[in-house]
Nanobody, 116 residues
């Protein structure tokens, strides 16, 4: 059973930075892709950024140039560095991992609030 532990959310002023972390444990299989999603009240969960095991990344247009996703394969951990945060980035951020078996797992979510 894969366990995901997220950390790093909080309250920050517009223009500030936060770094989210998500550590995966408990899997006997390798992790293929890791990603971050977010959801605001009344909206569907949207993809923010993703990274493959080989390091290829993909970003939502709304965060390109401000957010950076990275991963430490030795630690099974994915990070999301968020710079120049805007009030519209306020959301609950969720980590998602996909194992090489195609099994997927969501994290519990961490709140990010950006004040204007």
């Amino acid at each position: 059973q894969v366990q995901l532990v997220e950390s790093g959310g909080g309250l920050v002023q517009a223009g500030g930075s936060l770094r989210l972390s998500c550590a995966a444990s408990g899997s006997s299989f390798g992790i293929a892709a890791m990603a971050w999603y977010r959801r605001t009240p009344g909206k569907q969960r949207e993809s923010v950024a993703s990274i493959t095991s080989g390091g290829s990344t993909n970003y939502a247009d709304s965060v390109k140039g401000r957010f950076t996703i990275s991963r430490d394969n030795a630690k099974n951990t994915v990070y999301l560095q968020m710079n120049n945060l805007k009030p519209e980035d306020t959301a609950v951020y969720y980590c998602h991992v996909t194992l090489v078996t195609s099994y997927g797992r969501w994290g519990q979510g961490t709140q990010v609030t950006v004040s204007s």
